[in-house]
């Protein structure tokens, strides 16, 4: 039994923030961002908007682009939950009327998606369900610092989802051989270390035992560079490998949005030339779990990725995580996201 | 082991779409319109390219072609 992408939707809260905008508070200016990482503007969440939220609107669009199917299971991948329990997952059931089917939340950070379509693969081979919801939601923007050069003009808000149903090896759509794989030696290189029970068994209660930096994403930028690079490029290689495909097979590679500069790099590593990576980093910024459906709805909606493209989709994010997957496009609608 | 300078042309010439004729051994990155970013990209095309490990402290002494020169032949 195998897991086929049935249903795509996405969703980007309407504030931009522009690199114009960034600059204007930080040092830097808005060509060195956009040169250094291929993103002009990004979107933030306003007026109290959260993971779960985007989480229903992009879930909503799945779901109609699946024909308002049923789902037995609802998965959120993302790593900026509305709180620390519960997860969103049930609460985005709930209010997109599916009533009470299995729903929890993952977190992979930028990885998420394709654990949470490993995760989906999973649970219909095994009989469990026949249908899921996985959709990556991510409310970034309350956790990066303002003042950080690293990480401001780099991470956006948003959410994608896709449905997936169970179906048959060969038809389009199905989920192809997956890699997976981490690092938790690099645990430190991209962390948000408030929060969690670490601090808390340390410090006990109470913000003002932690530094405020600690609520902030932090990042080595150039050490997570050439790991995102080669990670993405190596598990690329191993899944390419399991499904039998080489390079010239593939129509576009589908990767996380982290930096336009990465994803390059990550070709040239594989030897699959530019013009079939495929990128909206320009518009969104780095979504984190969110970024690879929201790229794919971006490029259906646009006409780029058509029915039987041959699509390699890979992430990398903090963990350090990654993964990897292959699968033919199918034939579903799905609308622009504004 | 060592590795020539025309080799090292060549990885920069493809890596960053530069002509090779331009790629001189006194040309600092700044002069190739190279950025801090491009000597990550280099030190990653110098090992798939050419098997040769470069670490970042190595990589921050590295300013003109012929440091990248020296430095590949020091590190292989």
Redesign the interface.
């Known amino acids: 039994m195998k897991a086929i992408i049935s249903g795509l939707g996405g969703w980007l809260p309407p504030e931009v923030v522009s690199n114009e905008h960034i600059s204007s508070t930080l040092d830097t200016t808005p060509e060195w961002i956009e040169?250094?990482t291929g993103i002009r503007e990004r979107r933030n969440v306003t007026d109290g908007l959260s993971t779960r939220d985007l989480a229903v609107k992009a879930g909503r669009q799945a779901l109609k682009s699946a024909g308002n199917c049923k789902v037995d299971l609802v998965i959120v991948a993302s790593t900026c939950p509305d709180r620390l329990c519960p997860s969103v997952a049930p609460e985005v059931a709930a209010l997109l009327g599916l009533g009470g089917v299995a729903a929890y939340d993952i977190n992979s950070a930028c990885s998420g998606f394709v654990y949470g379509l490993a995760t989906a693969t999973g649970f219909i081979a095994s009989g469990v369900v026949e249908s899921v919801l996985l959709i990556g939601s991510e409310t970034i923007s309350p956790f990066i610092n303002p003042a950080d050069r690293g990480t401001r003009p780099i991470f956006g808000d948003g959410a994608g989802a896709v449905v997936l149903r169970k179906g048959s090896k060969g038809e389009p759509g199905a989920i192809g051989p997956i890699d997976l794989g981490s690092d938790g030696s690099n645990a430190g290189l991209i962390v948000i270390p408030g929060g969690g029970t670490r601090q808390r068994s340390a410090t006990g209660l109470g913000h003002d035992a932690e530094a405020n930096e600690d609520w902030y994403v932090r990042m080595d930028g150039?050490?997570t560079?050439?790991q995102a690079?080669?990670r993405m490029a190596q598990s690329a290689q191993n899944v390419l490998a399991r499904a039998n495909w080489g390079c010239a097979d593939v129509d576009w590679f589908i990767g996380h949005q982290a930096n336009i500069?990465i994803l390059h790099?990550a070709a040239?590593?594989l030897g699959l030339p530019l013009c079939k990576v495929a990128s909206n980093i320009d518009r969104t910024g780095n979504t984190l779990a969110a970024s690879i459906p929201i790229l794919l709805n971006d490029m259906v909606a646009s006409g780029k990725l058509k029915p039987g493209h041959r699509v390699l989709m890979g992430a990398f994010g903090a963990g350090l995580s990654w993964g990897s997957t292959v699968l033919v496009w199918p034939d579903i609608p799905v609308e622009t996201i504004a | 082991m060592s590795v020539n300078l025309d080799s090292i042309v060549q990885v920069i010439a493809t890596r960053f779409k530069i002509d090779a004729n331009r790629i001189v051994p006194e040309a600092s990155f700044d002069e190739l319109g190279l950025d801090s970013l491009s000597q990550i990209e280099l030190a990653l095309s110098l090992k798939k390219d050419l098997g040769i490990s470069i670490s970042d402290d190595e990589l921050a002494q590295i300013s003109t072609v012929s440091d990248i020169f020296k430095m590949v032949n020091k590190v292989c």
């Open positions: 040169t250094r150039r050490a560079f050439v690079v080669s500069r790099g040239n590593e």
